[in-house]
């Protein structure tokens, strides 16, 4: 990202805003994180995102979708769930490692219990490693999606 252009994070709300974050969400998905996954774990992470479940916890307020945009492009989308567990945090492969990642669980963080926990897939482990979180539980695979849950104290 180049230092004249600024990166504006903002929560998403309107359901068309949604869509385009979950769309972004796949698509990188998809690009990144997916290659490592079978058939089945490709099906599971789709299932989970067309399944309503976000949509439903935005509206029912124990979610909270974020995006971050660099000028009016879309670069980043995170999503916290009851204020203590990241469910989403994607950044396009473009602009991994410009600060993107750590601006999105930064603002996740405002607002949360005393930690915060993510099943982070295999292609984000290091990243939550650097930023503090510990293993919690050993890597396992459920429905076709290999994670290990992770956790971070904050206060």
């Not at 058939?39 to 399944?51: K, L, P, Q, T, V």
């Not at 993107?100 to 984000?124: C, D, F, H, R, W």
């Not at 490693?129 to 104290?153: A, N, Q």
């Amino acid at each position: 990202m180049s230092r004249s252009e600024a990166l504006c994070i903002r929560r998403i709300s309107s359901p068309e805003d949604i869509k385009d974050c979950l769309r972004f969400v796949l698509r990188v998905f998809r690009e990144t994180a997916g290659r490592e996954f079978d058939d089945e774990g490709r099906a599971s992470f789709s299932a989970f995102i067309y399944s309503g479940t976000i949509e439903k916890s935005i509206e029912d307020g124990s979610g909270r979708l974020c995006a971050a945009y660099e000028g009016e492009e879309l670069a980043g989308v995170s999503l916290i769930r009851e204020n203590r567990h990241i469910s989403l945090l994607f950044v396009r492969p473009d602009m991994q490692k410009k600060g993107i990642g750590s601006a999105l669980l930064q603002k996740m963080t405002e607002g949360s219990e005393e930690y915060l926990t993510v099943n982070a897939a295999p292609t984000g482990y290091a990243f939550y490693k650097k930023k503090g979180f510990y293993v919690r539980e050993k890597e396992k695979t459920l429905d076709g999606i290999t994670f290990t849950l992770m956790e971070k104290k904050i206060h």
